[in-house]
């Protein structure tokens, strides 16, 4: 099979399964449908992995290049300008590839038990399908139209399964939320489309990049010399792009849609809300690196900064929230921080480009290890059947391997060697560090309490108090199914193998290996402040006492405002009701109904009134008309007469 | 081919309908009339396909031209290229829609078919007119109808929205009417005779101030007929007073005929006028892309929310007209398209969800989607859509305003531009909340539990507006390579002259 035959299969396997799905699944495949769409995913990810290996290791180049395996034009705006569909093949998007299928895969072989017996299996299945469908082409498209579309086809799937669960107005107003949200960061997005190509006179990432990136190309010098308000086309394109980014991958400002998100089937926030469709603002960024790298590092400053700030401010909040899986969604919103500001910090090419790969290295890791927290967190509120850490504590007897596996992720992702989450967070620290130090340290004080929010919740599922297991016993059904168990088992091999990949070898920000050699040294302090945080989290939180009390009783002004979230949703809140709301829509609606429909009504009663004024004079009465007639007669001759003399 | 076909077949099975009494048999009669319109067309449109492929390049085909009243210079003449020949696959879409989702029409069942055949008779002589004056008139025979229709058979206010609806478009006709006059006495085609051909006119040069003087007249009267701001208050009481059948008639035909004349009568015929009011046009338009989504927002009716934000969405056609170039004039023709196929479809769910729980209330509906699946998917479908979902119409058509729009580098057009791109996020809200609302959420009033889902007839008129929906949105070169030759020739006027 061709490369392009092989993607074009991977890709629309889901889609095909979505229609089957959903077109006959309530009906007639009801009981089926968990395992048709398993199947044709299990198919992708055979695919994809049988492509990563052909891409990877039976390239004898020396270097990976871009290719367009297939390409078709979709429509055409004008010379040269058109949105196509197709297929790009390079390590970043093979990297993607390889990602979603085999967490979507992991996640569909999950909710076989998970979602078992839901009177919407089949529809709970063309969704997921169709969320996979969407993602996949999105990592593979050619244009950035392309892109836009496939990312608004993953917010609407996002958006079908936060509000799956339909009758509960919390999950409605969940969707709705992420919906609008990133909705409105897509606008950026658009805009942003827009402007790059206008600018570039292209849509295709290729030529973009090329033309954009040239020293002295035509294009590059008009989009760099127009200005408005400060800043050229080419930023104002890229940093509109950014937000859109941004927006998808829950970054501070835009990430009040994410812990809401939670709303959703558990399985479904660890495919779509932690491992793959957040980090497509990663990717986004990614995608059109060179363009930030080499035209336009200020606009790349501000990816920076937008990452590291997230991170700190996630990583915070996380400490201090109860619901176990948005203290997951926060650190979720954390880590993808990572991985922005390791773009934000790199450099075009070699050695610079150490950043590029760390980011990727890091959303390729933290894909299995923050997918294998959600499915335990899964798998203990299907136990427990409660989101909060007050109903747990002491599981580790009752589910032994969702235990283990859980503290293989927490390892992971706190950053013990050797487990995946410590090599790539150690590339982005080293990465940090040769660039911006200020960022090095928040990066660094970031992972301390990652390690802290992480055993935190680790000991309040599986320790602290002991189990109240009595009347779960009688009414439970065990730690799981084994559809459940086993991609907890798949998923954390990759949580502790992941790492040993030697990732710069494979994915670089120009698709030369690079090779980057391993310093004791600097992986010395990053661990020894995780440890810390460990510790720090066993001694506060490992048996019931009143220390977490205490602590955030004496630190008790930051601890409400972390509990609050800092509140970005008031402010919101505020923003939506009062200023769009009560101060645009209302008066607008106002303006229509009374001034401009009233102007029309008002014109027609005065045509009414002015009719019963004259109309009086059609009395009927031969009289009346004669005397008009007459009058008329005389003033039409004196008016003559007058005029002629 | 001959095109007169269009229009006699729909007036035949009006008459036809009249000599019957029985629902069974006017709708069956109806049905098969509809049927057949749907048949012509997609004939029409293959022949078409194969003369252009056969490399036939004359501006209008299957031309033809009937002597109607010689001294005044009028004739019955006909034509079609691909934007209107688009135009007609959609009305023979919707009425045959319309025809379905009207299959238990009990009161006055002869006369309310009779009446709505008689529209799609006006709608489809309008598309293939080349004449100024059969134009006109059958644009004249597609307003009538609709006044018996909403006064009769419609809901609430209905004796006061049908009056409004008549009056307003009887005074767009008017203007109309001037404008073409404006145009007729312009001509010249010896001997001091004036003429109505629409290929003559577009090919004399009539002088600027005529222009000036008629563009605008011609311009708000199709435009009342469009929705053009502030004229456009007739859509929303017209809209929501009127039966399913009627509401998805205006909005996806009537509401069309407006669009279409600003961009063939007005626009084309007057492009040096164009130039001097495009400034006004996008002005107009963009306030009511925006402020017609705004206003949508506080609507509590499903039928208000959907006229409301056909306000909103006939504003990107009169943008994409405004911007005068090219791309933006493609995906007006797309929107128009889009929009027709959209709203239709968007009216049809609402009248499905009305006729069963005798409200449109959001307040009084809720977890719908528990009750009538797939009433409420095609509900979120449509109203996806709406937003501009990529793999629907509205995508396609939207993005190709916008990136038309934005070659316009001058600031007043880009921030229009901005402006309209930003109503995809008010968009996004309005529909989100209704469908959030009275789709989803928990049931809100138990003795929807007994309610039954989509009938047949129901879901065919669903299924049909909804494949040319996803086929457009999934395969739009197909519908780009159909009109965009042929934008490609009005721009050969359009672009003539520039007056800066």
């Known amino acids: 099979m061709s490369l392009a035959t092989t993607i074009q299969l991977i890709v629309l396997l889901p889609l095909g399964s979505f229609l089957l799905l959903g077109i006959f699944g309530r009906k007639y495949l009801s ?13 992708s990810a055979i695919l994809s992995i049988q492509t990563a290996y052909q891409y990877f290791f039976l390239n004898t180049a020396g270097s990976f290049e871009k290719i367009i395996a297939w390409k078709m034009t979709w429509l055409t705006f004008s010379e040269g300008v058109s949105i196509d569909m197709g297929i790009l093949v390079d390590p970043i998007s093979v990297m993607m590839l ?13 909710s076989l038990g998970y979602m078992k017996g839901d009177e919407r299996f089949a529809t709970y299945y063309s969704f997921l399908s169709l969320f996979t469908f969407s993602m996949l082409g999105l990592v593979i498209a050619v244009n950035i139209f392309q892109i836009y579309m496939f990312w608004e086809l993953v917010g609407v799937s996002s958006f079908l399964l936060i509000g799956y669960y339909f009758e509960k107005p919390s999950a409605v107003a969940a969707s709705k939320k992420a919906f609008i949200v990133t909705r409105f960061a897509d606008l950026g997005f658009l805009i942003g489309i827009l402007i790059l190509g206008f600018e570039a006179k292209t849509l295709d990432f290729v030529t973009l990049i090329e033309r954009l990136t040239t020293s002295n190309s035509p294009y590059l010098v008009s989009a760099t010399t127009a200005s408005f308000l400060g800043a050229s086309a080419l930023t104002w394109g890229l940093l509109l792009v950014f937000m859109g980014g941004a927006g998808k991958s829950a970054m501070f400002p835009l990430h009040i849609w994410l812990p809401d998100a939670m709303e959703g089937p558990t399985p479904v926030s660890a495919l779509i809300h932690a491992a793959t469709m957040v980090v497509a603002g990663v990717f986004l960024v990614a995608r059109l690196f060179p363009i930030f790298s080499i035209s336009c590092p200020g606009a790349l400053e501000v990816v920076m900064w937008t990452g590291v700030i997230s991170a700190l401010f996630a990583a915070l909040i996380a400490c201090t929230q109860t619901d176990i899986k948005r203290v997951l969604a926060y650190s979720t919103m954390s880590q993808i921080g990572y991985m922005m500001f390791a773009l934000g910090v790199s450099g075009y090419g070699n050695e610079a480009g150490l950043g590029f790969t760390a980011s990727m290295f890091h959303l390729f890791t933290h894909a299995f290890f923050k997918a294998l927290l959600f499915l335990g967190a899964g798998a203990v509120i299907h136990y427990i059947h409660s989101n909060e850490m007050k109903d747990m504590g002491g599981l580790r007897k009752s589910m032994p391997i969702t235990h283990i596996t859980f503290l293989i992720a927490c390892l992971a992702i706190a950053g013990i060697p050797p487990f995946a989450g410590f090599f790539s967070k150690e590339e982005i620290l080293t990465a940090a560090h040769h660039a911006n130090p200020m960022v090095y340290y928040i990066a660094l004080l970031t992972a301390g309490i990652t390690a802290f929010y992480m055993f935190r919740l680790y000991y309040n599922i599986f320790w602290s108090k002991e189990a109240k297991t009595a009347h779960h016993d009688d009414d439970h059904h065990g730690e799981g199914t084994w559809s459940m168990k086993i991609p907890l088992l798949i998923l954390s091999v990759g949580a502790i193998a992941a790492g040993f990949i030697p990732f710069g070898s494979f994915v670089s920000s120009d698709g030369h290996p690079l090779h980057i050699p391993f310093e004791i040294s600097a992986a010395i302090l990053p661990v020894i402040i995780a440890v810390s945080g460990i510790a720090l989290a066993t001694l506060f939180y490992k048996t019931e006492n009143d220390r977490p009390d205490k602590l955030s009783a004496s630190f008790q002004g930051i601890y409400k405002t972390a509990y609050h979230k800092f509140y970005i949703d008031e402010i919101y809140l505020f923003i939506t009701k009062k200023i769009v709301f009560n101060l645009i829509a209302q008066p607008s609606a106002w303006v229509d109904k009374n001034i401009i429909d009233g102007s029309m009504n008002g014109l027609a009663s005065l045509v009414v009134w002015k009719s019963n004024l004259i109309k009086s004079i059609q009395s009927g009465k031969v009289q009346d008309y004669a005397l008009y007639f007459f009058l008329a007669a005389f003033g039409i001759t004196a008016l003559t007469i007058y005029l002629v003399n | 081919m001959n095109l007169h076909l269009l229009v006699i077949a729909p007036i035949v099975t009006a008459v036809f ?27 029409l449109l293959s022949t078409f396909c194969n003369e252009r492929a056969a490399g036939n390049t004359a501006p209008m085909l299957f ?39 009207s299959w238990k029409m009990e009161k006055m069942s002869r006369e309310f078919f009779f009446l709505l055949t008689l529209l799609s008779a006006g709608a489809y002589g309008f598309f293939i007119s080349l004449d100024l004056f059969t134009l006109f008139f059958f644009l004249e025979i597609a307003v009538i109808p609709k006044f018996m229709l909403i006064g009769i058979w419609g809901s609430g206010r209905k004796e006061y929205s049908a009056m409004k609806l008549a009056l307003m478009l009887m005074a767009g006709s008017a203007f109309v009417f001037l404008g073409l006059l404006g145009l007729y006495f312009s001509t010249n085609v010896g001997n001091g005779q004036h003429t109505f051909d629409f290929i003559a006119i577009s090919r004399s040069a009539i002088p600027l101030d ?16 469009g929705a053009l701001f502030p004229f456009h208050t007739w859509v929303p009481d017209g809209h929501s007073s009127a039966p399913t059948a009627a509401s998805m008639f205006l909005a996806g035909i009537s509401m069309k005929l407006g669009g279409y004349g600003c961009l063939r009568v007005a626009t084309y015929l007057m ?4 130039h001097v009011y495009a400034p006004y046009i996008i002005l107009l338009a963009t306030i009511a892309i925006i402020y017609g989504a705004f206003a949508t927002m506080m609507q509590t009716d499903l039928k208000y929310i959907n006229a409301y934000s056909s306000v909103s969405h006939c504003g990107f056609v009169l943008l994409g007209i405004g911007m005068l170039n090219e791309t933006a004039i493609a995906g007006a023709v797309m929107q128009m398209i889009s929009h027709g196929l959209m709203t239709a479809l968007f009216f049809a769910a609402i009248g499905m969800i009305y006729e069963r729980t005798h409200t449109r209330m959001v307040a009084q509906l809720g977890g719908l989607l528990k009750v009538m699946p797939f009433i409420s998917t095609i509900f979120i479908i449509s109203g996806l859509c709406s937003l501009g979902l990529p793999g629907f119409s509205g995508f396609v058509a939207e993005m190709t305003v916008f990136m038309g729009s934005w070659q316009h580098t001058e600031m007043f057009y880009r921030i229009a531009t901005i402006l309209s791109c930003a109503s995809i996020v008010v968009t996004a809200v309005y529909i989100l909340r209704a469908a959030g609302k009275s789709i989803m959420g928990p049931l809100a009033n138990e003795q929807h539990l007994s309610l039954g889902d989509a009938t047949w007839n129901e879901k065919s008129a669903a299924v049909l507006l909804l494949s040319g929906i996803v086929v457009i949105g999934i395969a739009p070169f197909w519908l780009n390579e159909l009109i965009s030759p042929d934008v490609n020739g009005l721009m050969v006027n359009i672009g003539r002259t520039f007056i800066p």
């Open chain 1, 31 to 43: 009981s089926l449908s968990g395992m048709i769409g398993t199947t044709s995913l299990l198919v």
């Open chain 1, 98 to 110: 390889v990602v979603v299928t085999v967490v979507s895969l992991m996640v569909h072989v999950y």
């Open chain 2, 17 to 43: 309908i009249l000599f019957f009494k029985e629902l069974r048999q006017v709708r069956m009669i109806a049905l098969l009339g509809a049927g057949f319109q749907l048949i012509i067309s997609v004939l």
């Open chain 2, 63 to 101: 031309y033809n031209s009937v002597e109607w009243f010689s001294p005044l210079g009028i004739a019955f003449t006909t034509g079609i290229d691909g934007i209107s020949l688009s135009m007609i696959l959609l009305s023979a879409f919707v009425v045959l829609a319309g025809v379905l989702v």
């Open chain 2, 210 to 225: 005529t222009q000036l003087l008629f563009f605008p007249l011609a311009f708000i009267g199709f435009g009342i007929f």
């Open chain 2, 271 to 274: 492009p040096e006028a164009a």
